[in-house]
């Protein structure tokens, strides 16, 4: 195992092809869910140059407009330029609605038994992690980059960047020592602009106010801090793209990594966005970090990876694996039996404990669609996700 090395991870905006695809998906999910918390719904979404086309089938009572949703997302992004925009965009839809066999169930009044007698309908390997390198208890890259993307999009929505399109990308690559955090390796940012006033914006002038405006507000509460070795990039291989689907088309899926942990820890090859609870490869993947982040919160690890396979018809996973990295009190497989013991692993039961069929009501706006955007997980400016509770960790130390 490495103990020095250099690892770099990278985020996306909202405005991001993938990203817009993935938050009209998840967008998608909320509405049915809001109408009908016990909706079964599995929807996927492709955009490029004034077009959209979007995928759904449901099994569902609640009435959709997908259209009319896609449209929102699309104009709450920001795109408005002439090749591509809210008001213009032709949608294309293909809606199916399927029948199930499942009776709808509400997992918080069932028995333990019954719990039982709810297997998952899908074959899949999820992981989840979790560290001391930052508050999220995530990996610094990814975190770092999340948080640059984030800030990418507010200059352009409070106008302090105001020509910046929807579009961007940030990379941010950390040196390890002893596999702890050491130093900024490098900085990558690539801003798209609109074409309107683009000729005003040299790249001088978009370096400098990125560098002002986005990285050093980042940065300046980091304990570790960019150095005179840092190697900061701005738009400097494509300056003044454009950037959005006219340039490059977009699908929902495709950013697993950065739904998760920048690549530093594995992840399914599973899309987390689209997919209603009932879906084993979306919500183990928040089971998964909920208890690798109680392991660490317990101190019994400062790296814990979690594995769960879960096999078709069965409830709960057929295996359940830990790796601490050599960080672990205890042995990997002491953990992983505190963690089984500790833990529901079943879809209903973690469906049940994390109420996932009902947060999109409760949550103002929705739940899924802010997932969408800026990872699934150490979302700490979502206010305590279920899946970030580090409630187990006391049982964990007994």
């Given at each position: ?27 998608i ?52 330029q ?61 975190w ?51 074409k ?28 570790i ?73 317990a ?9 769960l ?47 996932l ?16 955007a ?25």
């Open positions: 195992m490495k103990r020095d090395f250099m690892f770099t991870s990278e985020s996306v905006t909202e405005g991001h092809p993938d990203k817009l695809c993935d938050q009209i998906s998840d967008a999910v909320d509405d049915f869910l809001r109408q009908d918390p016990f909706s079964k719904v599995i929807t996927e979404c492709a955009v490029s140059t004034a077009i959209v086309f979007i995928s759904t089938r449901f099994a569902s009572e609640a009435t959709v407009d997908l259209a009319k949703t896609a449209r929102n997302v699309i104009d709450r992004v920001g795109y408005d002439p090749d591509f925009n809210a008001k213009t965009c032709s949608i294309l839809t293909n809606i199916q609605e399927i029948t199930t066999d499942d009776r709808a169930v509400d997992e918080r009044t069932l028995s333990d038994a019954a719990i039982e007698q709810i297997p998952v309908r899908d074959q899949v390997t999820v992981f989840g992690f979790a560290c001391t390198q930052t508050d999220a208890f995530m990996p610094l890259p990814i770092l980059a999340h948080q640059l993307a984030k800030r990418l999009t507010a200059v352009r929505l409070n106008h302090t960047m105001p020509y910046l399109a929807p579009d961007g990308k940030t990379q941010v690559g950390v040196e390890y020592h002893d596999r702890k955090p050491y130093r900024i390796h490098s900085i990558t940012i690539l801003a798209s602009q609109n309107i006033n683009t000729h005003e914006i040299s790249l001088k002038q978009l370096q400098e106010e990125i560098q002002e405006y986005v990285i050093d507000p980042i940065f300046q509460t980091e304990e801090q960019p150095d005179h070795k840092t190697r900061i990039f701005i738009d400097s291989d494509d300056p003044f793209a454009i950037g959005g689907p006219s340039i490059h088309a977009g699908l929902t899926g495709r950013k697993t990594a950065i739904d998760t942990y920048g690549e530093y820890a594995r992840h399914s090859g599973a899309a987390l966005s689209g997919k209603d609870p009932s879906r084993i490869d979306r919500v183990g993947a928040y089971a998964a970090r909920y208890a690798a982040k109680n392991v660490v919160a101190g019994l690890a400062e790296e814990c990876e979690v594995q396979s879960y096999s078709v018809g069965l409830a709960r996973p057929v295996s359940i694996q830990v790796e601490t990295f050599g960080t672990g009190k205890l042995p990997d497989d002491a953990i992983a039996t505190l963690l089984e013991q500790q833990m529901d692993f079943r879809l209903g039961g973690i469906i049940r404990q994390f109420n069929r009902f947060l999109p009501f409760l949550t103002k706006g929705g739940l899924y669609q802010k997932l969408a800026y990872g699934h997980v150490g979302r700490l400016d979502l206010g305590l996700l279920p899946w970030e509770a580090t409630d187990k960790a006391k049982a964990l130390c007994q």
